[in-house]
T-cell receptor
Framework: AQSVTQLDSHVSVSEGTPVLLRCNYS??????LFWYVQHPNKGLQLLLK??????LVKGINGFEAEFKKSETSFHLTKPSAHMSDAAEYFC????????????FGSGTQLTVLP | DTAVSQTPKYLVTQMGNDKSIKCEQN?????MYWYKQDSKKFLKIMFS???????INETVPNRFSPKSPDKAHLNLHINSLELGDSAVYFC???????????FGQGTRLTVV
């Protein structure tokens, strides 16, 4: 069985300061992990993915995530927040035993203050 | 070209009606999904089809029936709509789930 826990439902940062969105996962296998972003009234866009290659993954718009197996974490970071980063972020897990199913976390709403 | 397109984008209908949402992908993927996003933004898988065959059927009312005429299409038909069916429905496709999925723009269904 696989599951994802996003530790913060809301995160608020000032423009130009670092962003940290936390995600812990549970999987019976070696999972694939993803971060998706959803802007208001929009669809879901893939930010980045981890698929058992490098543990530090770079994505679009300056976002990064680090896979830490010992901590079962896959936190999303960005050095400097921009107003356009304000959105809902979802951490997602998929493992080989899940019949191609993507399991979503509950989401983290990121607010960027001017 | 839109990779995963779903229609309509908005759907307002009365309780008891039957409605369909269409989804098409032009990525050549072999797996397609329907997800439901509730008012709290939580996304839950409803169905998954691989090469036109149903491989995931989560606990959803049997009023919901997916239909996959070919690998590029996965439509969702809903009978006897209820107020609780109001949500945003997302179609998605992937070649392998380990590579992630591409999502459509969503269909906001409102049942009145």
């Amino acid at each position: 069985a696989q599951s994802v826990t996003q530790l913060d439902s809301h995160v608020s940062v000032s423009e130009g300061t670092p962003v940290l969105l936390r995600c812990n996962y549970s999987s019976s296998y070696s999972p694939s992990l993803f971060w998706y972003v959803q802007h208001p009234n929009k669809g879901l866009q893939l930010l980045l993915k981890y698929t058992s290659a490098a543990t530090l993954v770079k994505g679009i718009n300056g976002f990064e995530a680090e896979f830490k197996k010992s901590e079962t974490s896959f936190h999303l970071t960005k050095p400097s927040a921009h107003m356009s980063d304000a959105a809902e972020y979802f951490c997602v897990v998929s493992d080989p035993g899940s019949a191609r199913q993507l399991t979503f976390g509950s989401g983290t709403q990121l607010t960027v203050l001017p | 070209d839109t990779a995963v397109s779903q229609t309509p984008k908005y759907l307002v209908t009365q309780m008891g009606n039957d409605k369909s949402i269409k989804c098409e992908q032009n990525l050549g993927h072999d797996t397609m999904y329907w997800y439901k996003q509730d008012s709290k933004k939580f996304l839950k898988i409803m169905f998954s089809y691989n090469n036109k065959e149903l491989i995931i059927n989560e606990t959803v009312p049997n009023r919901f029936s997916p239909k996959s005429p070919d690998k590029a299409h996965l439509n969702l038909h809903i009978n006897s709509l209820e107020l609780g069916d109001s949500a945003v429905y997302f179609c998605a496709s992937s070649q392998m789930s380990s590579r992630g999925a591409f999502f459509g723009q969503g269909t906001r269904l409102t049942v009145v």
